[in-house]
């Protein structure tokens, strides 16, 4: 949480306040929801061109890390079955 100073200045709950009195639950509370909205106000939309580069982008790194991560599943079952066996082998025949 938050207070506001008498400056008009906003510090963490744990601050002291020129006042040194907390402020009750509700003022709190409506601090929170003012300070939620300025945060939404700052908050920019991208363009139809953005957000198709973004998904663009994001789908290109899902495919790389899948390659990335069949490929690494493709070795460890390799090195596994040339350490213990090809499955359904048995062991001295």
Same mark, same amino acid.
């Given at each position: #949480? ?7 200045? &906003? /510090? ?12 009750? &639950?509700?003022?709190?509370? %409506?601090?929170?929801?003012?300070? /939620?909205? %300025?945060?939404?106000?700052?908050? !920019? @939309?991208? @363009? ?6 973004? @998904? ?6 899902? /495919? &790389?890390? #899948? %390659? ?6 493709? !070795? ?14 048995? /062991?001295?025949?």
């Amino acid at each position: #949480m938050a207070q506001d100073e008498p400056n008009g200045e &906003i /510090v963490a709950a744990g601050g002291k306040s020129a006042g040194g009195k907390r402020p009750n &639950i509700f003022s709190r509370i %409506a601090l929170f929801i003012r300070q /939620v909205f %300025a945060e939404l106000r700052k908050v !920019v @939309t991208p @363009t139809r061109q953005e957000l198709l580069k973004f @998904t663009a982008v994001v789908l290109a790194f899902v /495919v &790389i890390m #899948m %390659a990335v991560v069949y490929g690494l599943d493709f !070795v460890f079952s390799w090195m596994a079955s040339v350490v213990f066996g090809a499955p359904g082998q048995l /062991v001295g025949s």
